[in-house]
């Protein structure tokens, strides 16, 4: 009875479980996490990582393999060719003029939207919603003859004008969508007070609750500048010379000093070239985007 009862346990409870064996588990675990960052880091940056590679990349080795991972040493003729091309200057300067003026256009009518949807009971409230999220779900290319016609009747046809406006159809709904969750997120008592002292829903909404949005304001101004920055399909259709083309389509049309071959080292000194302004941007407002981000998560 005695030899039986002492095998009455096959496995040791939990509890006396030896603590190197929950330490290997959280080893294990904490591993495998830092194996996924790491995986989807790689997958993020490599892209960006090969471009610079490459710009820094002599031309007659840009063919060879295997590749060089390492720009040893680096030369800097792509990008010098690059700045000496007045057709990527000229791009660069369009795309900053369309990109920030269509993200100041829709900052100003999307906020207004956002704080009357957001802050009122407005009949037809969820239709109105519905639709501005309706246009976020068509793809460009089902819009476009639309927008074609549109541009073209107004007489805006290969002008920045017409791309700041065309661009309102990408910029516009995400704008109303961020900021309207942003307002609803700011405590009431603050228009309250306001309109005890005599201010008026504008006056309350532009010295009260626009001053305290600049988070939002910060977030959504750059996701939509963003935006308006790498679109590619209206500026290719809406333009057709240098007058009015924006970067993205001036690179995909570059020729570079040769007609008999690809300049793959100007197209990736290029990409780079365009692509650094805006992680320079995240990067110095990054503290207000995480806030502007989470603003709206928390109500009061």
Known sequence: MRTGSSHRFTTPPPFLMPRYGRRWGVVVRRVLFAGAVALILAYTLFPFYWAFNGALQPSSRLYVSPADYLPVPPVFDAF???FANRMFVRGVLNSALVAGGSTLLALAAGSFAAYALGRFRIRGRRV?????LGMTMFPQISILGAVYSVISRMGLYNTLWGLGLSYMILTLPLTVWVMMNFFKSLPAELEESATVDGAT??????????????PGLATTGLLAFITAWNEYLFALALTVDRKARTVPVVI???TGNSLHEVPWGAIMAASVTVTLPLVVLVMIFQKRIIAGLTAGAVKG
């Open 80 to 82: 010098r060719e690059v």
């Open 252 to 254: 995909a049309n570059y």
């Open 201 to 214: 829903p504008l006056q309350a909404f532009w010295h009260v609750l626009l001053p305290l949005s600049l």
């Open 128 to 132: 109105v919603l519905a639709l501005i």
